[in-house]
C-alpha cells in the first residue's frame, strides 16, 4: 500500500506530519513517499504540480495531500499559482467525486454558530461533481467585450458545461451512498436559469429510476444555500456540480462549529483516492502550532475505508478522534470554556495515545 504523501503549503506540513503519526500507529505496512506540491513546489521546480510529484500520485495506490494555497504567489499567473496543483492532481487522475461530509460532533455542538437544536448531531454528505463545469470548461479567459454598451472593454469569461455521462457518474456515486446511509439525495442545481442545470436535473431523475429505495428531491442552489442554515439536519446526501459544492460544503462546513475537523475524499472510478482536509493552507496561521489536525486525521480513516478497504482501522481511526474530544482536548479553533486547549502536536499526540 503505497501513500503518496503531498503536504503543500501553509498549514499542509504540520497537520500532515500528524496523520503520517496517526497511519504509523496502527500496525500496518504502508511505504509513505514525499513530494512537495504547491507554491512550495513552485519554490524547488518552478511548478505547483512538477512531473515527479504527478508521477508519484499516479503511481501510488492513495494521495494524503494537506493543503496548498500561500497570499505570497498571488501575483503570479493563474497557471502557476498553488492552487492548479490540486485542480491538476483532481483532473489527471479523474477524481470526479468528492465526497464531504458535515458531522457535528455532540461535543463540538456549542463551537458552532448556529443555535445547538438546529445543528445538534447533524450528519450529512456532500457528493461534489469534481472533474467539470465551470472549473474546467473552455473556452475561457479575458478579451475584448462585444456588448455595445461596454465595447473593447476587458472582459473575463469562463464555460459552464456538464455532459451526460458526467452527470450520470457523479449521480449514481450519490444514489449508492445515499443507500448506505438515510437513502435521500437532493440535488442541488440552477434550473430556473441554466441550461447545464436543467440537463442535470433530467440525467438525475432518469438514473433516480434505478434507485427507487432512494428517494430524489431537487432543490435550486440559492435556496438550498438557505435551507443548510434554516433546517440542516433535513438534509441527508446532496448531490451538486463543481462550482455550488464548492460553496456549499464550506457552508455545510461550519455548521459543524469548525472546518477544521471535516475530511475529505476524491475518487476515481475504481475508488483511488486523494484524501484531504476540507479546509485551506490558512497560511496566517502556519508554524504557529494551532491547525486542528483531526479533519486530516480523519481524512487518512477515509483513505483506510474507501481505498484500502480496511474498515476496522477506519473506525479505531475515528473512534480514537470522538475519545480526544471526549477528554476536552482542543485545539483552537474548536476552543470553548471548560475544555482544555492543546497544540496541533498535543492533539496528534492525544489521538496517537488513544489509538494505541
Ligand atoms: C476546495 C478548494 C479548491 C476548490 C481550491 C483550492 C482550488 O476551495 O477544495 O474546495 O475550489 O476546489
Ligand atoms: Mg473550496
Redesign the pocket.
Known amino acids: 500500500m503505497k501513500i503518496a504523501v503531498l503536504p503543500g503549503d501553509g498549514i499542509g506540513p504540520e497537520i500532515v506530519a500528524e496523520a503520517v503519526k496517526v497511519l504509523k500507529t496502527l500496525g500496518r505496512k504502508f511505504d509513505l513517499e514525499m513530494a512537495p506540491v504547491g507554491g512550495a513546489a513552485f519554490d524547488i521546480a518552478g511548478h505547483p504540480l512538477p512531473a515527479a510529484t504527478l508521477t508519484l500520485a499516479k503511481d501510488a495506490d492513495a494521495i494524503l495531500f494537506g493543503?496548498?494555497?500561500d497570499w505570497k504567489y498571488d501575483s503570479l499567473p493563474r497557471e502557476l499559482r498553488?492552487?492548479q496543483a490540486?485542480?491538476g492532481l483532481?483532473k489527471n487522475l479523474e477524481l470526479f467525486a468528492?465526497f464531504r461530509p458535515a458531522i457535528c460532533y455532540p461535543e463540538l455542538t456549542s463551537a458552532s454558530s448556529l443555535k445547538a437544536e438546529i445543528v445538534g448531531g447533524l450528519d450529512i454528505l456532500i457528493v461534489r461533481e469534481?472533474n467539470g463545469d465551470i472549473?474546467f470548461g473552455q473556452p475561457r479567459g479575458i478579451r475584448s467585450s462585444e456588448l455595445p454598451l461596454f465595447k473593447g472593454a476587458r472582459e473575463g469569461f469562463d464555460t459552464m458545461h456538464y455532459s451526460e455521462p458526467e452527470v450520470e457518474r457523479i449521480g449514481k456515486v450519490a444514489f449508492e451512498a445515499a443507500r448506505k446511509r438515510s437513502k435521500k439525495v437532493c440535488s442541488v442545481d440552477k434550473a430556473n436559469v441554466l441550461e447545464t442545470s436543467q440537463l442535470w436535473r433530467e440525467v438525475m431523475i432518469r438514473i433516480s429510476k434505478n434507485y427507487p429505495d432512494v428517494h430524489l428531491s431537487h432543490m435550486y442552489v440559492d435556496n438550498a444555500a438557505m435551507q443548510l442554515v434554516k433546517a440542516p439536519k433535513e438534509f441527508d446526501v446532496v448531490v451538486t456540480g463543481?462550482l455550488f459544492g464548492?460553496i456549499l460544503?464550506?457552508e455545510a462546513a461550519m455548521l459543524t462549529g469548525s472546518i477544521g475537523m471535516l475530511p475529505?475524499a476524491s475518487l476515481d472510478i475504481n475508488n483511488k483516492g486523494l484524501y484531504?482536509p476540507?479546509h485551506?493552507s490558512a497560511p496566517d496561521i502556519a508554524g504557529k502550532g494551532i491547525a486542528n489536525p483531526l479533519a486530516t486525521i480523519l481524512s487518512t480513516a477515509m483513505m483506510l475505508r474507501y481505498s484500502f478497504g480496511m474498515g476496522i482501522e477506519a473506525d479505531r481511526v475515528e473512534s480514537a478522534v470522538q475519545k480526544v474530544l471526549a477528554q476536552g482536548l482542543r485545539t483552537l479553533d474548536i476552543y470553548t470554556d471548560g475544555t482544555q486547549k492543546v497544540s496541533t502536536r498535543e492533539m496528534g499526540d492525544a489521538v496517537v495515545k488513544a489509538l494505541s
Open positions: 493543503a496548498v494555497g498553488p492552487e490540486i485542480l483532481r468528492n469534481l472549473y463543481n464548492d460544503s464550506d475529505s484531504e476540507s485551506g
